[in-house]
């Protein structure tokens, strides 16, 4: 049996996986302040927008601005009360697609995942650049933008 080689050490042979949970519960770490207030399709690309962290995550955000980007997850709760919870749609091409092959924020979990130009930070506040989130959309996670992992021709 070959060990897996992970960062923190190594895996025991006898180490059996937990049942994975059919749910799970996540929270804020901060708040998009975005001068967008409703929902739209497109023209996100040069909107400036900014996250606003909640204060327990200061020590977390030290050398984010050194990044030309991020990768912002953000919980889509404006679609999460949409009366429609559609399984294909029709794009503009006119095809129809499963709702996993588009960008459209009526996924069954309501995630929205962006890459955004980082355009400076200060103390709690992670300014951006084409954040495709409306203001006060609750922000789950960010990471650096690491063209070597994120990007692929």
Do not use: C
Request: proline share 10%; no cysteine.
């Amino acid at each position: 049996m070959k060990l897996l080689h992970w960062p923190f050490g190594r895996r025991e042979p006898d180490w059996q996986r937990p049942e994975p949970p059919a749910s799970v519960t996540v929270e804020a770490v901060g708040y998009v302040r975005s001068p967008v207030i409703r929902p739209r399709p497109h023209g996100w690309a040069n909107v400036e927008s900014a996250i606003e962290f909640l204060p327990g995550h200061a020590g977390r955000l030290e050398g984010l601005e050194r990044y030309r980007h991020v990768i912002v997850v953000t919980y889509l709760d404006v679609a999460a009360g949409a009366p429609e919870k559609p399984e294909r749609m029709r794009l503009a091409d006119g095809l129809e697609y499963g709702i996993f092959a588009t960008r459209s924020q009526l996924r069954p979990n309501h995630l929205g995942v962006t890459v955004a130009a980082v355009l400076g930070r200060e103390g709690l506040t992670l300014r951006l650049r084409g954040l495709d989130a409306i203001d006060r959309t609750p922000v789950l996670d960010v990471k650096p933008y690491l063209p070597e992992h994120d990007a692929h021709p």
